[in-house]
DNA sequence: AGGGCGGCAGTTG
DNA sequence: TCAACTGCCGCCC
């Protein structure tokens, strides 16, 4: 089980993305040329290789942490993220504008 | 600030 | 195989 070749493409954006940074699922969308962006949280989601494919990267695109479908949850994903520098309070990622990563 | 609809891949009946 | 529902969202009403 290696996924579809639209989750592999999605995992692997998100392997591009530098530790102690994030991304957003309209980024992450825009990046992969389509608007399906519910379609990448999916995928997103669906990531099979837990901390070598950093979907703890991705959040909304107004800054939230939005969700997590792995091991512990939303908190887990504050962890993850708090370890790389980047932390997060009342949900929402601090200096996101600054954290934010872009695709080139 | 909140709620609802929209576009798309995967999964399930 | 076909149709319908769901999902780590986003944007407009």
């Known amino acids: ?3 579809t070749p639209f989750q592999r493409a999605v995992w692997d954006a998100l392997k591009r993305i530098p530790e102690g940074r994030v991304t ?10 389509t608007r399906a962006v519910r379609a990448v949280g999916t995928a ?3 990531n099979p290789y837990a901390p070598d494919v950093p979907c703890h990267r991705v959040v909304r695109s107004d800054g939230h942490i939005g ?3 792995g091991e512990g949850g939303v908190k887990r994903k504050i ?3 708090a370890s790389e520098g980047v932390h997060v309070s009342a949900g929402r990622v601090r200096d ?3 954290k934010r990563h872009r695709f080139v």
């Open 24 to 33: 957003t699922y309209g980024d992450l969308a825009a990046y992969l040329e």
């Open 44 to 46: 997103v989601g669906k």
């Open 96 to 98: 996101f504008a600054e």
């Open 1 to 3: 089980m290696s996924g």
């Open 67 to 69: 969700s997590y479908s």
């Open 79 to 81: 962890s993850l993220l």
